[in-house]
């Protein structure tokens, strides 16, 4: 019986059926379609454990709007008792994150804007001030006095788009090379400045003390990049005598346990043809040794490209659910 287990999952602008939606709405055309879709995820979510188990902490990320969440956590059954949603930053494309619990949500917060101390420009000399969404922290109590802090974020697309011409809707190609530089440069230094915002966060919590903690969701890097370098910290490998040994960085350390997911399913998304780990489990010392496994669910995720509005009537998500548990 795991003692706590997570899974999260990207689940592709989950939005309600509405006739007539907007131009820039990425709405399926019919409620069936709708529908099929939160069967879909239901019935994956339910059964992703390779025990048999339901996860005790589901952590969501692009839940379109209050009344999609809902329907969801109707179909996942009572056995789900709390929940939270996360803050949009965008009220043309309002996706933010989620946590549905088998255990209550205690001390839950909305990590959504930056300190006054934090000062970031984009290429414009903007402040960027704040998440494009919140991450979404609480703390749950699997059992008495272990206390686990889970965290959940969505940073920054690596699917760009670009201004409208005119009245049009926005592109999501251009054949301006120096305008794709621009908003790729743009995107990469938006997402490394809420990565930075998420690891800070993260270190007021785990610092001087033992309290566990992972954190979750699509971060829209693979592991070894700067976004994920910031977010683990100093790297070490759970494999080999460093990992056994105490050293001044194991306080303040995070782990990234897809990195060992099986060589074959080391994915959480396609693009254009090639495999992506952009979702990802980061834990800190307390989890990470623990007994643990880590997983993914691979089977429905077909191949994607740079624009979303094609996938609307798509009912499975783009991206794989990826999940661990944890015993002592």
Request: with cysteine; hydrophobic share 35%.
């Amino acid at each position: 019986m795991p003692q706590f287990s997570i899974l999260s999952w990207n689940v592709e602008n989950l939005f309600t059926f509405k006739p007539n939606p907007g131009p820039k709405e990425t709405r399926p055309s019919s409620q069936a379609i709708y529908e099929q879709k939160l069967d879909n995820i239901a019935t994956i979510i339910l059964n992703a454990l390779n025990n048999g188990e339901q996860p005790d902490v589901i952590a969501l990320q692009e839940i379109g709007e209050p009344q999609a969440f809902d329907d969801l956590k109707q179909r996942l059954g009572n056995r789900y008792i709390d929940s939270a949603l996360g803050l949009s930053g965008s009220s043309s494309h309002p996706i933010r994150c989620g946590l549905i619990s088998r255990f209550p949500l205690n001390n839950v917060e909305q990590w959504m804007v930056f300190p006054d101390t934090f000062k970031v420009a984009d290429f414009g000399g903007h402040d960027i001030k704040e998440m494009g969404r919140s991450a979404l922290k609480a703390t749950v109590t699997p059992e008495a006095g272990f206390n686990v802090h889970v965290i959940t974020a969505h940073l920054k697309s690596k699917l760009l788009s670009f201004p409208a011409i005119g009245s049009g809707a926005p592109r999501f190609d251009t054949n301006d090379e120096r305008e794709r530089a621009l908003y790729t440069g743009a995107a990469s230094i938006r997402r490394a400045a809420e990565a930075t915002f998420v690891r800070f966060n993260v270190l007021n919590l785990i610092e001087n003390n033992k309290d566990p903690l992972v954190l979750v969701g699509d971060m829209n890097d693979e592991v070894r990049s700067v976004v994920g370098e910031t977010l683990y910290g100093t790297y070490e490998s759970v494999s080999g005598g460093a990992f056994k040994a105490p050293d001044k960085h194991e306080d303040t350390r995070l782990y990234n346990l897809v990195e060992y997911l099986p060589e074959y399913r080391r994915f959480s998304r396609v693009f254009e043809d090639r495999g992506e780990l952009i979702d990802h489990i980061y834990v800190n010392r307390e989890l990470a040794h623990m007994r643990w496994q880590v997983g993914n669910r691979v089977d429905h995720t077909g191949s994607i490209v740079n624009n979303p509005t094609r996938r609307k009537d798509s009912v499975y998500p783009d991206h794989a659910p990826v999940f661990a548990t944890f015993k002592r």
